[in-house]
């Protein structure tokens, strides 16, 4: 009798596996669990990633570079407490908010990471499948009452799940470029205080807090599950965006770097903000330089125009100015770019490899100033 | 038999569970393959509370990440400065070597080695001490070499003494815009500028030993940045042989200081150096100069309310000896053989001349309170008038004999005065 009821038992257990998934556990700020599969943020049989059920994915206009790495951005907002709008800085998200971002390459003889895949979104089962990209790590935000938390996981060859690893890790990975050349690099996770060097925005304060989800940086659409959709209008339609403004067309958008019908200025000021604004904004940690990069500084001296170098070291390459208008070959911001010698690159972490595609905008960019020094 | 079923069942269904939640995780592949020290360390710095002691033990550690701090209250301790190494040889991330981001930090008795950019950089943080660490470049002085040895910035209340620093790319010791900060009995060799206080309010630096730079001490004021500084005193120190030549990477500001330069004042307000014995310095003995002398051309006139100009300087019983006779520098140099001669020696002070037109009696002269007063026996100052083309060169002594009111010294209230 007994017997008989087994294979129901087994399948009710096979079916959590399946699409349902379970909530997501958020834990208190001194146990974090040691695996990310504890979460229930999202799964991983090996063969495919899947979202949690209770999470929204999400995409920026322009986001940071990090080596060519494809990123899966996803937020699980608590129930009954939407998030507060607010403009110029992230959102105002409540406490039980987590915030992940996964790190993977599309892969090549499952070895190889491919440099030019188009990121994807997660398909309409909301899942990515392990076949063709390889996951690195994980990052999350987690919003405690007592500030923002940040987490670095690390996903393990099978790609089953992912540990925690508090002081990072260094992986060497082989790139192949879209005409076959590879070239080898060292993928870095950073640790958990890295995880502050960018996101403690204001570096007196040095509280941690999301550096993406802005309106700007969220306003475009999103192919989700059920069609396509602005993500603020979804956000919205869901219950979880609060006290937005009545007209969304009137919402500021951050331009696409990438986007070559937007002038030149949106864009590199779009990606410098994205890229450099973290620490050099005016209460940032490399307020100590005087460069201030965040996209609504004044185009002045401070944000770089004629400036000479302070404490640049090496960093300077013999260039007079950080933005010589006109001169791209006599500007230090380009020449930090375009270098991953530690002692010389700019940004100080994310990095091993140049932004050829980023650095070839600003180049344009500065051609295009007008004005001189 | 039925138990056996049930418990086999059972363990089914766990397995079952294991393969949802993937708890059969294996060692991942992105391990660091790094020496377990550096893992243990930087998660030591990473979970440490207020009142940790995190120490270093004797031993060569190779680290190839930048290590950080973002806690306060903590000390980081080795046990000697030859003995607690940590090399950065290997370096493959980090722009600093050790960076803290925290207040109330003392660390002591280690080295640093190496590192590709800063060794250890200190930004923003109240009560700040360093004792007995060295920073080293251990290929001697190179344009590869990290720009920074020691390196607080932002900081207040900082306490620096009993270090060494040596073959910093820029400065070894290198103070900037901060509050209240006393830099005393270190040793700086072979950097581009040994000790370098920059847009510094309120610092004393004494008792330290700078030679084979090529500018032993320098206090400067940069312009575009959140604190202009003023108010240091220089005395008690042995600045000699500060001659080896530049290796600062062009287009740095400390690229422009000539090899031989024993303490330079650029731009910089209330300024005291005093009781120092400064010798053999090839260049000079002591420059006093404008930013306009630090070879920025820009024909965009300088930030709005920075002051370019060095002021209310005041220089005396200081021992000068040797120096001047092999400046660095082609105009230096012509300028040398035509007043003093092949085997002769530019004067112990060399001035650039710059002065601030608002700042003017009726005579062409700085007014008293601003003025540039030399009162060391029988030292002289050469007056280059660059700001005229050097039209009007002038060696003198007598003209800058006058005197200010003396700054009061520093007091450390974290270290109970």
């Given amino acids: 009798m007994w017997l008989r009821k087994v294979p129901l038992l087994l399948l009710l257990l096979l079916s959590g596996c399946g699409q349902q998934s379970a909530p997501v556990r958020v834990f208190a700020a001194d146990s974090f669990p040691e695996h990310l599969s504890d979460w229930n943020l999202l799964r991983s049989d090996g063969r495919q990633l899947r979202l949690g059920s209770d999470v929204i994915p999400y995409d920026l206009n322009t986001p940071l570079f990090t080596d060519y790495a494809l990123k899966l951005r996803a937020v699980y907002l608590p129930a009954g407490k939407p998030v507060t709008y607010r403009e110029g800085q992230a959102l105002d998200f409540p406490v039980g908010t987590v915030i992940s971002k996964t790190f993977y390459y599309a892969v090549q003889d499952s070895s190889r990471v491919l440099k030019d895949a188009a990121a994807v979104s997660v398909d309409a089962r909301r899942s990515l499948s392990l076949s063709d990209y390889r996951l690195l790590e994980t990052r999350l935000l987690i919003r405690y009452d007592t500030g923002w938390r940040a987490l670095p996981y690390v996903w393990n060859d099978a790609q089953t799940d992912a540990s925690l690893e508090i002081a990072g890790a260094l992986s060497q990975l082989e790139m192949a470029d879209l005409d076959g050349s590879l070239q080898v690099f060292n993928y870095i996770i950073p640790d958990a205080n890295q995880c502050a060097g960018c996101h403690a925005p204001n570096h007196s304060d040095k509280e941690l807090s999301p550096i993406g989800p802005r309106v700007d940086q969220l306003n475009k659409f999103y192919n989700y599950d059920d069609g396509v959709d602005n993500q603020l209008s979804h956000w919205l339609k869901l219950g979880k965006l609060d006290r937005v403004p009545a007209d969304l067309s009137l919402l500021p958008r951050r331009a696409d770097w990438s986007d070559a019908a937007v002038s030149l200025e949106r864009r590199a000021r779009a990606y410098l903000d994205a890229n450099c604004a973290h620490c050099h904004n005016p209460k940032g940690a490399a307020d100590t330089s005087g460069l201030h990069l965040n996209i609504d500084a004044r185009m002045d001296r401070n944000f770089g125009i004629c400036k000479p170098p302070v404490a640049a070291g090496r960093g300077s390459g013999d260039r007079p100015y950080d933005i010589f208008p006109g001169r791209p070959d006599s500007s230090i911001l380009l020449f930090r770019m375009q270098h991953s010698d530690p002692a010389i690159a700019m940004p100080e972490l994310g990095r091993s490899l140049n932004h050829a595609e980023g650095a070839a905008l600003i180049e344009e960019w500065i051609a295009n100033m007008s004005g001189s020094c | ?417």
């Fill in chain 2, 1 to 417: 038999m039925k138990n056996y079923q049930k418990a086999s069942l059972v363990l089914l269904m766990l397995s079952l569970l294991a393969g949802c939640s993937g708890k059969n995780s294996d060692s991942a592949s992105t391990t660091p393959p790094d020496d377990g020290f550096q893992k243990e360390l930087q998660t030591r710095l990473i979970t440490a509370k207020s009142g940790d002691i995190i120490t270093i033990p004797a031993g060569f550690h190779p680290i190839n990440r930048g290590l950080s701090l973002n806690v306060s209250g903590v000390t980081i301790k080795g046990e000697g400065m030859d003995k607690s190494v940590l090399s950065f040889k290997g370096q493959v991330q980090g722009a600093e070597g050790l960076l803290v981001n925290a207040s109330d930090f003392s660390i002591s008795d280690l080295a640093i080695e190496d590192t590709r950019g800063d060794a250890l950089k200190i930004n923003e943080g109240s009560n700040i001490v360093i004792q007995r660490v060295r920073t080293e470049w251990t290929g001697g002085p190179k344009e590869e070499n990290g720009a920074y040895g020691i390196y607080p910035v932002q900081t207040q209340n900082v306490l620096l003494e009993d270090c060494v620093a040596i073959g910093a790319s820029d400065a070894g010791i290198y103070v900037g815009q901060s509050l209240n900060v006393i830099v005393r009995n270190n040793r700086a060799e072979f950097n581009v500028a040994g000790i370098e206080i920059e847009n510094t309010i309120g610092a004393d630096v004494y008792g330290n030993i700078a030679t084979n730079n090529t500018g032993g001490i320098l206090v400067f004021n940069m312009p575009d940045l959140p604190q202009e500084g003023h108010s240091a005193r220089v005395f008690d120190n042995k600045v000699f042989a500060n001659n080896t030549e530049n290796f600062g990477a062009a287009g740095t500001p400390v690229s422009s200081v000539p090899a031989g330069s024993g303490i330079v004042i650029n731009a910089n307000d209330r300024v005291e150096i005093f009781a120092n014995d400064i010798k053999d310095n090839n260049t000079a003995n002591l420059i006093i100069s404008s930013y306009y002398s630090t070879g920025f051309d820009s024909s965009i006139e300088v930030a709005e309310n920075y002051d370019p100009y060095p002021e209310t300087i005041f220089v005396y019983d200081n021992n000068f000896s040797g120096g001047g006779s092999a400046p660095d520098g082609l105009d230096l140099k012509a300028l040398k053989v035509a007043m003093f001669g092949i085997g002769g020696s530019l004067p112990d002070i060399l001035w650039d001349g710059y002065v601030n037109p608002a700042n003017l009696d009726k005579d062409g002269l700085l007014r008293p309170e601003f003025a540039i007063c030399v009162d060391n026996g029988s030292a002289q100052v050469l007056n280059a008038d660059l700001a005229n083309g050097s039209d009007n060169i002038t060696v003198d002594g007598a003209q800058f004999h006058c005197t200010h009111k003396k700054l009061p010294p520093i007091v450390l209230p974290n270290l109970g005065g």
